[in-house]
């Protein structure tokens, strides 16, 4: 599918959604845990602010070509959002454990059928993966990640 789009505009504007869904829940935060989540959030919204000006004072509209299959792209974003909320109920490491091998399933389902050999083939890659996330946000960064049921 290929469609005219000023990108800039577009750009611009999912940015400052994605901003404002992302400003307001942060009532459990404390007041240090929250500097860089802000600082972040406010960079976002000043480069989607310049998008958009830019986007009315330079409008180019451009070609947008969308290959794949948009019913995997309705799942990717409906799982992504699944898995954000599921973080708050099972925890960081078994939601993220079920939704990371969920996704690399149905992803390589798209060429044929899984062997069951093969999903046993992925556990250590989605192991080192999920640990090197976990340890970069708990011990470098030092993120409490939620522990949903663990707690």
Known sequence: MTLRLNTDLAS????????ALLWFPREGMGRLS???????LVITVVISLALIIKAFTKPAAREVHIEG???RLAVMV?????WW???GLLGFLLATVIVFFGLVWYLARIEGPVPAR????W???VAVLIGVFYLAFTQVLNVRLPSGIWS
């Open 12 to 19: 611009g504007l999912f940015g400052l959604l994605f901003a």
């Open 34 to 40: 929250i500097i860089f989540p802000r600082a972040i």
């Open 69 to 71: 299959s948009m019913r």
């Open 78 to 82: 409906v799982v992504l959002f699944a």
């Open 85 to 87: 909320y599921a973080i």
């Open 118 to 121: 093969r999903l046993a083939q």
């Open 123 to 125: 556990v250590p890659i």
